[in-house]
């Protein structure tokens, strides 16, 4: 019995030290540590245009105005198709079909429904002078484009991503050690870091909200942009020793 009370207390006790040289550890593995964030900006040219429709139509039934919609995406798909367009060019980007309402005596009643279905049609930049055949389609079909982006590929956005990064991480390590040197410490190994943000936004090229079909003069607008050149941004946070 003594034994066992020798034994629990030697644990216990053995316990106690342990949390205390923890406790001690890691209460100050945050002092003399240097807290930075770094920051980059690449340049990039978009290598993508998107040509971005929305086609929505009105009827009694969900049923008739899904079949009608139906019927223009066919059409602008085929009239797109005959400018030498592959299908996978025209991507669908959203589909609904919903109830719409008007009141009435203070009640809601409904009057019908409306599809919508929203189209994007993507070409190269050095195609851009497609645009306008492009806007012709939606014409021709009675559909009006709703805004022209130009983008990054994916494969584009991986590679400024990675640039943005690394120079951000560089910019983080230069603050660290101006930070250092101006106490008279060295800078020490890198304890943690993390991503902060980047940011990447398609380049909005030409906005028409209403999604009318265009006139000659909103045409010659939409088709005389050209891309330029974007910003895209990073920012790290940095601990490093000193």
Same mark, same amino acid.
């Given at each position: 019995?003594? @034994? ?14 342990? !949390? =205390?040289?923890?406790?001690? =550890? ?6 003399? $540590? ?19 429709? #929305?086609?929505? +139509?009105?009827?009694?039934?969900? &049923?008739?105005? $899904? ?10 798909? !085929? ?16 589909? /609904? ?20 279905? /929203? ?5 190269? +930049?050095?195609?851009?002078? @497609? ?9 021709? !079909?009675?559909?009006?484009?709703? *805004?022209? #982006? =130009? ?17 951000? &991480?560089?910019?983080? @390590? ?8 101006? =106490?008279? @410490? ?10 902060? /943000?980047?940011? *990447? ?24 942009? +050209? ?5 895209? !941004? ?9």
């Amino acid at each position: 019995m003594q @034994k066992s009370v020798q034994i629990t207390s030697i644990i216990v006790v053995g316990l106690i030290v342990i !949390s =205390f040289l923890g406790f001690s =550890f890691f209460g100050n593995s945050s002092q003399n $540590t240097i807290t930075v964030n770094g920051q980059a900006q690449v340049k990039a040219v978009p290598d993508l245009v998107g040509v971005y429709f #929305n086609v929505q +139509t009105n009827a009694k039934t969900s &049923a008739e105005a $899904t079949q009608k919609n139906s019927e223009l995406v066919d059409s602008l798909k !085929s009239e797109i198709i005959k400018l030498g367009f592959e299908e996978k060019a025209i991507q669908t980007q959203g589909f /609904s079909v919903y109830p719409q309402y008007d009141w009435v005596n203070g009640r809601q009643v409904e009057k019908g429904y409306t599809a919508s279905h /929203s189209l994007r049609v993507e070409l190269p +930049t050095s195609e851009s002078s @497609k645009i306008g055949e492009v806007i012709d389609a939606g014409v021709k !079909s009675g559909v009006g484009i709703s *805004y022209i #982006n =130009f983008e990054l590929s994916q494969e584009l956005q991986n590679q400024y991503k990675s640039e943005a990064l690394k120079l951000a &991480a560089q910019d983080s @390590k230069v603050k660290a050690e101006a930070v250092a040197q101006g =106490f008279g @410490k060295r800078l020490g190994r890198l304890v943690s870091t993390s991503v902060d /943000s980047y940011d *990447y936004y398609p380049l909005r090229a030409y906005d028409n909200s209403a999604g009318a079909v265009l006139t000659s003069e909103e045409k010659q607008v939409a088709t005389s942009i +050209t891309p330029s050149e974007q910003d895209i !941004s990073a920012s790290v946070r940095a601990v490093y020793k000193i």
